[in-house]
């Protein structure tokens, strides 16, 4: 067998099975019964976490929670140094290729329920400091006799972790694979079908399908043309964007008792999930308060597409500065503007998805594409065609999840 190309990634986009969510559906009410239990807290009752002036677990792995002042703003943020890996086997069945996704509970989950990638683990989870079972097909993402299609580190939130990414892996396998009873498989039309219904597909699936997403629209890299001006304005952020941030306590009173900093309420929950690796755990979780509306303008239509793309600036950026969508703002503060540009254009997705389940609860953001007229004129955002961002999808550390959750989204049809 030959290796994967572009006509049989196409092939998998256009293929959508009439019955496989019947099957999805029937998948979830077996995982749905088992038992599950996630229930509020108090930190003083871990024997794993420790709250002092922030939170830590006793390890020093996983992540820790400190209350970090940026731009004379109070805001809750987690440090992660541990790395992950999002990854997603491929594998032709029947002459279609096929993606291997988990039906994962994670306990910040709205839906209890998400679509994810074949392998989403931490560092820590991969050396088994939580002392439970290896993450399920590991093996398949540590040798290197599959073919790789894509694997680079790709930014995680950057408005609450702090420099954190995750690398980013979609691999084709010839082995057999033997499907274990919360997995199945999917074509990459299924999952991009998926990806248009509210709270369905886990962050950390989207933002590895969108490296294969983008993948299909086939253009030729002697296209290949970003912006010089732009990349200097990238690079000079890069190099010179203020990093500097000032630690504070996490006041006392504010763990458990429903008083939030910013957009999230600190608090602390016990979890059993019988299928998990290690089925019972304690942890700190953040509590979303507010919704992000993230926005994508567009201009025209598949053959002359331009993307609008802002540079999100922050001292949480791994590098300072990542390509984003176009607008992004808290529900509560949308300019009155934006209304009007979204009243007068054409809608063309509305969608609402969750942020990552296993460290925030019900943290749901919603996301909106629309055509706009091929004259508006926005300051501070730059208009990309869609090989300009595949030129910065290869490159690490680059785009923001946002961003390649809306390239996700992108329904070539629909443009």
Known sequence: MSNVGINEIIKSFN?????????????????????????????????????????????????????????????????????GILGLLGKKINDILMFLVQLKIEPGNNNIVQVSPTLQATKSNIERIHRGASPKYLDYFMNNH??????????????????????????????????????????????????????????????????????????????FCFDKKIQQRINYYKQFCDSKFTIKKIPQTIYNNNIGIRKYTLMHINVLIESRENAKWDQPILKSNLMYHHILLIKGSMKSLRIGISLNKSQLVYDNVELHNTLTFLEDSIPDYVNTILNNGELLQEVYHSNEGGRFLNDINKYIVCRVPSDLILDNVYWLNIQDIYEQFIKENNTSIELRTFIALLDRESI
């Open 146 to 223: 599959n073919q790789v299609i894509f694997d680079t580190f790709q930014n995680e939130s950057t408005d609450v972790f702090y420099k954190k990414r995750n690398r980013n892996m979609v691999l084709i396998t010839r082995d057999e694979v033997e499907v274990e009873s919360n997995f199945m498989w999917l074509s990459l039309g299924e999952i991009s079908s998926l990806i248009k219904e509210d709270y369905t597909v886990n962050m950390d699936l989207r933002s590895v399908f969108s490296l294969i997403s983008i993948m299909a629209y086939n253009f030729q890299e002697s296209k």
């Open 15 to 83: 293929t959508i099975n009439p019955d496989f969510k019947q099957k999805l559906m029937q998948k979830t009410n077996v995982i749905l019964k088992q038992k599950i239990l996630i229930e509020k807290s108090h930190v003083n009752n871990s024997t794993q976490w420790i709250f002092r002036d922030s939170i830590d677990h006793i390890s020093g792995r996983f992540f820790n929670i400190k209350n970090v002042d940026i731009s004379n703003n109070d805001q809750l943020v987690l440090f992660q140094n541990d790395t």
